[in-house]
């Protein structure tokens, strides 16, 4: 998956996760991956892997946040 930083500075340790459902209503986290840093107006290339053997709901959530401190 392509993740792209719109902003204007860098962004650094950004912590992506993914999950089956809206994590706010008891979706499933199903993995997640740390880019470690997307320049200011660039983007960043990354696989985040999870087995769908018997899936029924899509992977409808996608999280990030950048890590402060780490």
Known sequence: ???RNP???????I???LYKG???SGGTLVG????P??????????TISWNT???SVPITFMLWQTL???
């Open 1 to 3: 998956m392509a993740v």
């Open 7 to 13: 902003g204007t500075l860098s962004a650094e340790n």
């Open 15 to 17: 912590l992506l996760r």
């Open 22 to 24: 809206n994590p706010a």
């Open 32 to 35: 997640e991956r740390t880019i």
């Open 37 to 46: 840093s997307i320049v200011a107006g660039g983007s960043a290339t990354t």
């Open 53 to 55: 053997l018997g899936a």
């Open 68 to 70: 402060v401190g780490q």
